[in-house]
């Protein structure tokens, strides 16, 4: 089983970034999925979650307006879009996903920097 993240990087405020979720080993599609976040010093925070067929999602107030969620369970793929990013968004993002949310990523770095 993997949840393989990717699309981390340095951007300046303003920008934006993608965020890819490849899932293996398990039925990805049966599945709701969440996205978390853990900047330094801080606790992991839930940033947005959708339902396994992507019927529903939701967001943290802190990112509501700016990120959106999707999926594509064709691919075994979920996305993490960020537009307006912000230093406060600065943070490892993880994806999650999973019976009883079991299954973790090993997570990917974004940095909001001028």
């Known amino acids: 089983v993997q949840l393989v993240e990717s699309g981390g990087g340095l951007v300046q405020p303003g920008g934006s970034l993608t965020l890819s979720c490849a899932a293996s080993g398990f039925t990805f599609s049966s599945y709701d999925m969440r996205w978390y976040r853990q900047a330094p010093g801080k606790e992991r925070e839930l940033v947005a979650g959708i339902t396994s067929a992507g019927g529903s999602t939701n967001y943290a107030e802190s990112v509501k307006g700016r990120f959106t969620i999707s999926r594509d369970n064709a691919k075994n793929t979920g996305y993490l879009q960020m537009n307006s990013l912000k230093p406060d968004d600065t943070a490892v993002y993880y994806c999650?996903?999973?019976?009883?949310?079991?299954?973790w990523g090993q997570g990917t770095q974004v940095t909001v920097s001028s």
């Open positions: 999650n996903s999973g019976r009883r949310y079991r299954y």
